[in-house]
């Protein structure tokens, strides 16, 4: 294998999935005749994932919920068996994914720590020599002749992470159940991190924490739908991690912002958009465009836009009566073009923009598109604005 620790090739893994139960012999036979995958679906928690991970390297493997990143780690620890591909490791592996499996709630933490200590390899006396530390680090001192049941989940949680962590090993994998302890217990985990980085030992850590992904990994993978869609140095893949997130959000605000219309329907709004998408405190203006076409011959439309802010407060809107322009005849098939400039005086956050189409009469509405598009102000000094912006606006034919 040369300097990799662990190969992974061309891994697949699938799931059955059964939507029916048997609950008698009776029904598991009659099943048996309407076909074994009856009431069943097969699910790809992996589809053809491959990746290396040199010697002495701190591995990272990122993904949302549910992309089969601890199905992964599972496959590496040989919990699970792939369905297709190869997995090879070089070295002793311990992994530290189901923290404290094998802990008996009837017993006391002294009584599954020495459990706990067979079931990792070591003798009762390699355990007794290592008991006051281990339960130091632990910070149970207090509490180890109380049975388990009665522990927190994160107190067992660090009895069962500082046990392991004695354990000699040539690679560790480590998944993120240490979010469990709290802030003074993670920073011993992650001075544990650093102290293990520079032994050089191999590490796989499974996290949504970008921060430690940055500070400990020298590289990571980035799974998502059951593929790695990512490979590369530490900062790479958290960007992109994040920006899998921002994608989420721009589609479920995409669903969001083009479902509300209603109207009339003598003229109808064809595009509402401004000329960025996020602004700083260094774009002065903000441009909103609106396009309509008329569906009957129109006088005059009146064509207006409010903005509000994302607790759904109009923060001030307009439109072209107020402002004294006439759109003229607008005949069937013809569209107008208005482009609005607004100073960029708002607050931080994200905000929504409503367009609107009435009758020359201010009372009929021929098309009122709600959250109609959106855009992003981030500024690094916030402030409150009470004032009215002085809109300027442009008819285009």
């Known amino acids: 294998m040369d300097d990799n620790a662990i190969r992974v090739e061309s891994v697949f893994k699938s799931f059955v999935l059964p939507h029916e139960r048997s609950q008698s012999v009776k029904g598991s036979f009659t099943r048996l005749f309407r076909g074994v995958h009856s009431g069943a679906e097969n699910q790809q928690a992996l589809r053809d994932v491959s990746f290396e991970i040199k010697k002495g390297e701190f591995f990272g493997i990122a993904g949302r919920n549910g992309s089969g990143k601890s199905t992964l780690l ?5 919990i699970y068996q792939p369905t297709k591909g190869q997995v090879t490791v070089e070295g002793r592996l ?5 923290l404290g499996v094998g802990f008996n709630p009837e017993l006391t933490g002294r009584e599954n720590l020495y459990l706990n200590g067979a079931l990792l390899g070591f ?11 281990i339960v130091a680090f632990a910070e149970l001192e207090r509490f180890m002749d109380q049975k388990l049941k009665n522990y927190s989940s994160g107190m067992q949680v660090r009895l069962a992470f500082s046990l392991a962590v004695r354990a000699q090993a040539d690679i560790l994998l480590i998944d993120e159940v240490l979010a469990v302890g709290d802030a003074d217990f993670q ?19 499974v996290t949504h924490d970008m921060g430690a992904l940055r500070e400990y990994c ?8 059951s593929e790695v869609i990512a490979k590369g140095g530490a900062d790479d893949i958290a960007q992109r991690y994040t920006q899998l997130f921002i994608e989420k959000e721009v589609a479920e605000d995409a669903k969001k912002v083009h479902g509300e219309r209603w109207g009339g329907g003598q003229a109808r709004m064809d595009v509402v958009a401004t000329n960025k998408r996020k602004y700083t405190e260094d774009d002065k203006e903000i441009i ?8 009957k011959d129109m006088q005059d439309p009146i064509i207006g836009f409010s903005i509000k802010d994302g607790a759904d407060n109009v923060l001030f809107g307009t439109n072209t009566k107020i402002k004294k322009i006439r759109t003229g ?4 098939g013809e569209s107008r073009e208005l482009l609005w400039t607004v100073p960029n005086i708002l607050a931080d956050g994200r ?4 367009a609107t189409i009435e009758h020359n009469d201010a009372v009929t509405v021929a098309d009122w598109w709600t959250d109609a598009t959106y855009f992003t102000v981030r500024k690094t000094e916030q402030t409150a604005y009470h004032l009215t912006p002085s809109i300027e606006v442009k008819v285009k034919k």
């Not at 599972?74 to 040989?78: F, H, M, N, P, S």
């Not at 985990?189 to 796989?204: D, G, M, P, S």
């Open 351 to 354: 905000q929504y923009i409503n």
């Open 329 to 332: 005849l607008v005949r069937a």
């Open 288 to 295: 909103v465009s609106t396009r309509f076409t008329a569906q």
């Open 94 to 98: 311990v992994p530290f994914i189901e």
């Open 123 to 133: 003798s009762k006396k390699e355990v007794l020599t290592m008991y006051d530390e």
């Open 74 to 78: 599972k496959i590496l620890a040989g």
């Open 187 to 205: 920073r011993k985990c992650f001075h544990y991190f650093r102290a293990l980085k520079k032994q050089k030992t191999t590490v796989v850590f």
């Open 218 to 225: 020298d590289r990571a993978i980035l799974i998502d739908q």
